[in-house]
């Protein structure tokens, strides 16, 4: 749309997308521009409800809870076009395969049931400061669910289009998992922000406000002293954090690796959410929010990732990868917790740490590689459709060897919609 007026944008957006607006399956052929912007509105929506999440949990260690809080409203800014995409994605059935589909219409919903289930737990229950609760818990989940969908729609469509690249699929999937461990890890936020808020107390400088002191005190009915604070604080057992991020964080981060197939991509993306986290932080401390330690030993144990896929053997990778990657965690935690400050962690509980991480690893790269979810299998479906579309089809027993998961929903040949107006970049 170079050249347009402001004010014409909203018409000629609305002119470009009408012709696309049909009913349709899941997995019919999407114009390349249609599916930049359906991915590019993704990437919008994420993006605001990441901000939208950083702020909010910021926002709950000083003040009281607050519905229309300026971070909520950012927030459901992100709902909203994630709403309006997963709208699209099921009536048309555009940019999207039926696993796609069904995974971010489940998520959605999951997500949009959460919010009433959290406002009503709210106004039954008071205060709920943890980010553990089970209200809290199916945001997660929902927001879990849409991402995978998107992942997987991208992974499976981007790869059809001559105008994406191979660099850029592999920048939009690594930012989607970037999304993905952001999700995943902001329950530990609960910790990261509680240890500095009983730091705070201990130096008689309570980052919370006397009245969400006092709230969280009446509701726990006892006087607001260190023992008040230790459990509005930190109320989740300290065995949890480490163990948590090294196997769940972790194994999105092989994940990745495996799905992306580059050979920075787990170091990468770790480094892009501590980033995150170092960008956002001197923003909210500056707009007299509190303060969160930082999870720094994502970083090593995304290089510990990166490094298990250097080993040939394939079935030694997640034992030598569980082994390097819990070092990274747990060694990483405790030179955080000597030279800056770390969360309550257990330090030993590294074994079970590093039994159920390789349990997990072997799990991931197993589904992965039987549901054709590897970077291999990715490059094998590329080629298969560029010689289908160059007119030379392969046989029935190639197709089945390069391409496991081959189905109507991803070969479908509709007639695309109308040419469009304009051809924006994702």
Known sequence: MNGTPLKQIPARAIEWALPYWTRGEAGRRTPEDLFRVLYLGWLAAFALKVLGSSWDVSWHFKWLRDDLAPPHLLNTVGTVIAVALTIVHWYTGYGVDRTSSRLIVWGTGVFLIAIPLDLINHRVNGLDITAWSPSHALLYIGTALMLAGVIRGWYVGSGRYAGISGRRRALVLGGLFAFFLENAHFPELQQEYGVLELASWDRGQPYAE???????????????????????????????????????????????????????????????????????????????????????????????????????????????????????????????????????????????????????????????????????????RIAAETTITAGSAPSREVASETTPETTPETTSVETPAPAAVSEPRA
């Open 210 to 380: 006397p009245t969400l002191l006092e709230f969280a005190a009446n509701q726990m009915g006892r006087a607001v002293d260190r023992a008040m604070v230790l459990k509005f604080s930190l109320p989740i057992p300290d065995v949890v954090y480490a163990v948590y991020a090294g196997v769940l964080g972790v194994a999105i981060l092989v994940f990745a690796r495996v799905m992306v197939g580059r050979r920075l991509t787990a170091t990468a993306i770790a480094g892009v959410y501590v980033a995150y986290r170092c960008l956002i932080w001197p923003l909210l401390v500056g707009g007299g929010f509190p303060p969160s330690a930082i999870p720094f030993f994502f970083l090593l144990a995304g290089i510990g990732v990166d490094l298990a896929f250097l080993v040939p053997v394939r079935y030694l990778r997640p034992l030598a990868g569980a082994v390097l990657a819990t070092a990274g965690v747990y060694g990483g935690l405790l030179v955080q917790d000597r030279v800056l400050e770390a969360p309550p962690y257990a330090p030993e509980a590294w074994p079970a740490a590093l039994a159920a991480l390789v349990v997990v690893w072997y799990a991931v790269e197993w589904f992965a590689g039987r549901r054709g979810l590897t970077a291999a299998a990715a490059e094998d």
